[in-house]
Nanobody, 119 residues
């Protein structure tokens, strides 16, 4: 059983930056970040493999967001720059056995952290 705890969310002005963290209680393999805006389905944001050498992003965040991990600290990060109002959502981290864009491929989920971008 792996527990995931996100932190780092908050209120930021458009154009600003935030860094989300996800601390894991155990060993994890592929990690992902997802987000869910009000009235919308949860959507894929980014994923990273065990070593951190392979990453994938959804098109809307490419060039603005960076996923990374520090396995010594059992922590995954999501650096978010140039934020806009469409990035407002609850952000969730997830752990699974392989990298995927699909919610169903991840076994463990955090409780989520709210990111609100004001225009």
């Amino acid at each position: 059983q792996v527990q995931l705890v996100e932190s780092g969310g908050g209120l930021v002005q458009a154009g600003g930056s935030l860094r989300l963290s996800c601390a894991a209680s155990g060993r994890t393999y592929a990690m992902g970040w997802f987000r869910q805006a009000p009235g919308k389905e949860r959507e894929f944001v980014a994923t990273i493999n065990w070593s951190g050498g392979i990453t994938y992003y959804t098109d809307s965040v490419k060039g603005r967001f960076t996923i990374s991990r520090d396995n010594a600290k059992s922590t995954v990060y999501l650096q978010m720059n140039s934020l806009n109002s469409e990035d407002t959502a609850v952000y969730y981290c997830a752990a699974g056995s392989r990298m995927s864009h699909s919610n169903g491929d991840y076994t463990y989920w955090g409780q989520g952290t709210q990111v609100t971008v004001s225009s």
